[in-house]
């Protein structure tokens, strides 16, 4: 006889499985009632955990084919490339400025050999920074859309905020809500706003973000 842990855990693989092989929902609904059947506890009487197992696995069925987890995912790996590449062409832009500036004043001012090179060097010690920051925070960003992805395909629909110490308003106004217990469901996170122009669930606090979303199946 299966644990309720083991059960819980045993009902969720299928519904995934099931999920993915795209069963109408008469024919999941058909399939999970032979489990409990064979399992020996189908029908009227079971327990009332049971029965929460029976219907959350009907929910999570109904969440994954809903069509959310998919356009979650790509419209993250959307943004996240079309940040990268903003970045990057920002800071080609800004290259590109600097040296015809730099190209003027050599003209202009007679500027030397080794006054061109250190404002040259300057200039590339900027870019290789904030290609720095672009790339980091892409890669974090593409972090956390995968871990996204899993969460939303095994059915987890609520998310904390984990990380260290804020420093960020936004940052720290979350981790202190999360140490209190609060978890928050995906359409509230996509609601949020963290004031640097990104989507909270994919890039958290915004350029440079340490944190990330601890997830969990609905419980509330």
Same mark, same amino acid.
């Given at each position: 006889m299966l644990s309720l842990s083991q059960l819980e855990t045993r009902v969720r693989e299928l519904v995934n499985a099931w999920a993915r092989n795209r069963l109408s929902p008469e024919e999941m609904l058909a399939n999970l009632d032979q489990v409990f059947i064979e399992l020996g506890i189908a029908g009227p009487g079971r327990p009332a955990v049971v029965e929460q197992i029976y219907l959350g696995a009907q929910e999570q069925f109904s969440w994954l084919t809903s069509r959310i987890v998919e356009p979650l995912v790509q419209r993250g790996l959307a943004e996240t490339l079309r940040a990268v590449g903003n970045g990057f062409a920002r800071m080609g832009g800004r290259?590109?400025?600097?040296? #015809?500036? %730099?190209? #003027?004043? #050599?003209?202009?001012?007679? %500027?030397s050999r080794n006054d061109i090179a250190n404002r040259l060097e300057s200039t590339l010690s900027l870019a290789r920074h904030h290609a720095t920051t672009v790339a980091q925070t892409g890669v &974090? +960003?593409?972090?956390?859309?995968?871990? %996204?992805?899993? &969460? @939303?395909? #095994?059915?987890?629909r609520? &998310?904390?905020?984990?990380?260290p110490i804020a420093e960020r308003i936004f940052c720290e106004k979350l981790m202190a809500q999360s140490k209190r217990g609060k978890?928050?469901?995906?359409?509230?996170?996509? +609601?949020?706003?963290?004031?640097? *122009?990104?989507?909270? @669930?994919?890039?958290?606090? *915004?350029?440079w973000c340490r944190h990330g979303w601890e997830f969990r199946y609905g419980r509330r």
């Open positions: 290259i590109r400025e600097d040296v #015809s500036r %730099l190209v #003027s004043l #050599s003209i202009t001012q007679e %500027l &974090a +960003a593409f972090d956390r859309i995968g871990n %996204l992805s899993q &969460a @939303l395909e #095994s059915g987890m609520e &998310a904390r905020y984990v990380g978890w928050w469901t995906i359409e509230e996170i996509l +609601a949020m706003d963290n004031g640097q *122009g990104t989507t909270p @669930l994919y890039d958290c606090g *915004g350029h």
